[in-house]
Nanobody, 121 residues
Framework: DVQLQASGGGLVQAGGSLRLSCAAS????????IGWFRQAPGKEREGVSC????????YYKDSAKGRFTISNDNAKNTVYLRMNSLKPEDTAVYYC??????????????WGQGTLDTVSS
């Protein structure tokens, strides 16, 4: 079974940093793009970043560019999202997912339980 386990969320002050981890299993890790999306209370789901494991290309939503960095460790079947200069508007539940039709378009076909990130002002 495909499993994606997100972790690393928490409470941080504005301007702080968090690193999220996504441990993947049940599929061939380096055959897919894997990334992150988030959902804040009362808001629609929003793609944040994706990394194509096949060629290493990375994609970011405009709101994440310059602040977030996505990376992967193929030996651990894990994708990371380093988030710096966090803002209160980054508060959301963050999910990691496997690309559906497009990593670049943040289209995810499967995802696991999310991790809550709260940024206080």
């Amino acid at each position: 079974d495909v499993q994606l386990q997100a972790s690393g969320g928490g409470l941080v002050q504005a301007g702080g940093s968090l690193r999220l981890s996504c441990a993947a299993s049940g599929f061939t890790f380096d055959d897919y793009g894997i990334g992150w999306f988030r959902q804040a209370p009362g808001k629609e789901r929003e793609g944040v970043s994706c990394i194509d494991i096949r060629d290493g290309r990375t994609y970011y939503k405009d709101s994440a560019k310059g602040r977030f960095t996505i990376s992967n460790d193929n030996a651990k079947n894990t994708v990371y999202l380093r988030m710096n200069s966090l803002k209160p508007e980054d508060t959301a539940v963050y999910y990691c997912g496997i690309e559906g039709s497009s990593c670049q378009e943040f289209d995810f076909g499967s995802w696991g339980q999310g991790t809550l990130d709260t940024v206080s002002s």
